[in-house]
């Protein structure tokens, strides 16, 4: 991003522009998913784009998340650049045959005959108290299929650009929008922009610890890096950005400077994200590690709904803030 | 039989129906001698839906195809010698062996592909007729499937679609009684499947699936009243398979040997071949020769198969991703 003019919006205005920008430049792109049309979507974050595309481009579907993910397959092979909207990634469950099965797969058996543009954004992330079946991040059961690319973008800004590139690749994406950010304002470019899937974001630059996150994580990172420094520690914040592809280098140079890493997800700890990023660059660091390395994600329970026993489950600042401290140590 | 019907025409009908028997065959030979790896369903019994359904469509339109996919891409005109190369998983083979026979994809003669995945091809066929709608490119979608795949969630969650919105698609079931061994009668309450389009306020029709020229009258209809930008039609096609479910299965537990004999005695290239023999639309001498070619045709594209090399195991990396 090179702009030196920025504005200040939401992150559901960014999905809302990145998409507005899509569609206003190639006809192929069509949003379809429960509530986006009249009502601009559950979290607002598609208004007013029915009424400047039309019924058909942004279409409310019926709830059917397989259909939908579908009819997304279909369109997209035949010629459309379809976005399918499931309303959280708890849902993917119902579509999973055609997320997994099919849009996955098709490019490959047809021994690369087949383009699949298709995106499928949908929503992480808990702390709404919306329990246990609207507040999983299941970026891990995606990531472990080949033939989808999986974003989990950080700031508004990040969003807006890394959606525009979704939306152009050929390739079935699943985005992953974190729903406690919707309202949040960001400063975000004027202007066009798109950011790169596959390159990893140094976000503070540091030289004690490496903090590799995902998602409103490296927000919340961020915040444990300021209160770190007023200690003297002064730790490098890796926005992570797509998990496939994965950029595996920018954290192994991060890593070999600091001899320190720790990997924030708000996915569940066991299988997740953390454990794989860690063993994904374990062969190029373990030598220049000084201490093992660390992860935080959400605890292995169902997400409960009351607060009291939600917020102690989900990674935060302060839990972050205090691993690092503790890594951090001579 | 109409006499309007070109013998051209009927006489295409049953080259093609007899091109899918002999392919299946051919198939089912390399299985037994080992040269097909994994498994193949077979279409021996049930050549009249694809035959008749594929010939009321015109180039670009597009068909959506199942695990027992082959009489569908041959009745679409796809190439046997590619078709016999996938499914010994060779490189020539139209997806490099990548599919074999059960995932063949291509979009050539707009075939979205076989699926493994029971009823997993009928969200993706309503979503290229949603495409030819919202473009208006005036394509109709056929759209295969099994008795069983009706009781998968896909086939409500499209359907739905489809009539919700007018979808040029035609939704055609063949009904051959059988989800591997499960009777239908033993699942499903409906004895005519083609009753569910009701449920989508939806025309649904129930037919002989063994008369050839019956499939393609009605068949016809719906992709005309389709492609007019009517919506969809649910057509339900009654036959049976020969085989076993798929070629390791003898399929002997199941069914009895009075219901195969009963259903082969209604063999749709018999029967088709006695009216167009009767009627004399063709010759005894002419249905000989066509036989000819396509058994010469069939064992080419055996041969072709068999000398295609296998892929280089560096393959296995390639077309992941675009
Ligand atoms: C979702 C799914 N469940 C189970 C299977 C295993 N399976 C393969 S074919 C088949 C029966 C399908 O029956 P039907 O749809 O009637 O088609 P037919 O084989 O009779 O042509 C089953 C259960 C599968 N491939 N996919
Ligand atoms: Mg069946």
């Given at each position: ?27 192929n ?7 986006v ?38 369109a ?19 579509g ?29 992330g ?10 999983q ?31 152009r ?25 798109t ?50 592809p ?32 860690g ?35 989900i990674?935060?600042?302060?839990k ?11 | ?19 899918i ?14 040269l ?8 021996i ?58 995932h ?34 005036k ?37 051959n ?115 000819t070619?396509i ?7 055996v ?20």
């Amino acid at each position: 991003m090179t702009q030196d003019k920025f504005k200040e919006i939401t992150y559901a205005q960014a999905v809302a522009e990145a998409i507005d920008e899509e569609m206003a430049r190639d006809e192929n792109v069509i949003l379809m998913g429960e509530d986006v049309g009249i009502i601009g979507g559950n979290f607002k974050a598609t208004v007013g784009l029915r009424d400047k595309y039309g019924d058909w481009r942004v279409k409310d579907s019926p709830i059917s998340e397989l259909g939908i993910v579908g009819l997304g397959v279909g369109a997209a092979i035949t010629g459309l650049r379809p976005i399918i909207e499931i309303m959280f990634s708890d849902f993917m469950s119902l579509g999973m045959d055609q997320i997994a099965n099919q849009a996955a797969k098709i490019r490959y058996m047809s021994g690369g005959q087949v383009k699949v543009p298709l995106t499928i954004r949908t929503t992480i992330g808990g702390g709404r108290s919306s329990a246990a079946q609207h507040s999983q991040s299941l970026q891990a059961w995606v990531a472990h299929i080949p033939g989808l690319k999986v974003v989990v973008p950080s700031t508004a800004a990040e969003l807006k650009g890394l959606l525009k590139t979704a939306i152009r690749d050929d390739n079935p994406v699943i985005f992953m929008e974190h729903k406690m950010e919707y309202n949040k304002k960001y400063s975000v470019p004027v202007g066009e922009y798109t950011i790169p899937l596959g390159q990893a974001n140094i976000v503070n630059e540091g030289d004690r610890l490496t903090i590799a996150a995902t998602s409103s994580m490296v927000m919340r990172s961020l915040e444990a890096a300021q209160e770190l420094a007023k200690d003297n520690i002064y730790v490098e914040v890796i926005d992570i950005r797509t998990l496939v592809p994965f950029d595996k280098q920018t954290i192994i140079d991060s890593v070999k400077k600091t001899g320190r890493l720790l990997i924030v997800d708000e996915g569940h700890l066991s299988f997740g994200v953390g454990a794989e990023i860690g063993m994904k660059v374990m062969e190029d660091v373990f030598y220049d590690l000084d201490y093992p390395m660390m992860r935080l994600g959400t605890e292995d329970v169902p997400f409960p709904f009351s607060p009291a026993l939600e917020f102690p489950i989900i990674p935060d600042t302060k839990k972050i803030y205090q691993k690092s401290k503790e890594m951090a140590r001579q | 039989m109409k006499s309007s019907y070109q013998e051209n025409f009927l006489t295409n009908l049953y080259a093609t129906m007899f091109r899918i028997r002999e392919f299946e065959e051919q198939v089912f030979e390399l299985y037994k001698i080992g040269l097909m790896p994994g498994l193949a369903h077979l279409y021996i019994g049930e050549e009249a839906v694809a035959t008749g359904a594929c010939a009321t469509l015109e180039d670009k339109d597009f068909i959506g195809s199942t695990h027992r996919g082959h009489g569908h891409l041959i009745a679409r005109g796809a190439d046997t010698k590619k078709m016999m190369a996938e499914i010994l998983g060779k490189k020539d083979g139209y997806c490099k062996g990548k599919a074999g026979s059960m995932h063949i994809v291509t979009l050539d003669k707009g075939i979205l592909g076989a699926n493994g995945v029971v009823g997993g091809g009928i969200p993706i066929a309503t979503g290229a007729a949603y495409m030819a709608k919202i473009k208006d490119t005036k394509q109709v979608t056929i759209c295969f499937m099994g008795d069983s795949a009706t009781n998968e969630g896909s086939f409500h969650e499209s359907l739905n679609m489809a009539a919700a919105w007018d979808l040029p698609i035609v939704y055609v079931i063949e009904n051959n009684l059988y989800g591997i061994s499960v009777g239908l009668k033993r699942v499903t309450k409906v004895a005519d499947l083609s009753e569910r389009a009701k449920a989508y306020g939806m025309k649904g029709l129930s037919i002989d699936g063994n008369n050839v020229l019956k499939v393609y009258e009605t068949v016809k209809e719906a992709v005309d009243y389709a492609r007019e930008g009517n919506g969809p039609t649910l057509i339900e096609c009654k036959t049976y398979r020969h085989k076993g479910h798929h070629v390791g299965d003898p399929g002997l537990e199941y069914r009895s040997r009075e219901e195969e004999d009963e259903w082969k005695a209604k063999c749709p290239l018999i029967c088709f071949k006695e009216a167009l023999l009767k009627e004399k639309k063709t010759t005894k001498k002419a249905i000989a020769d066509l036989e000819t070619s396509i058994v010469q045709e069939i064992k080419e594209a055996v041969e072709f198969a068999k000398n295609s090399p296998y892929p280089d195991p560096s393959e296995a990396f390639e077309d992941i991703y675009s």
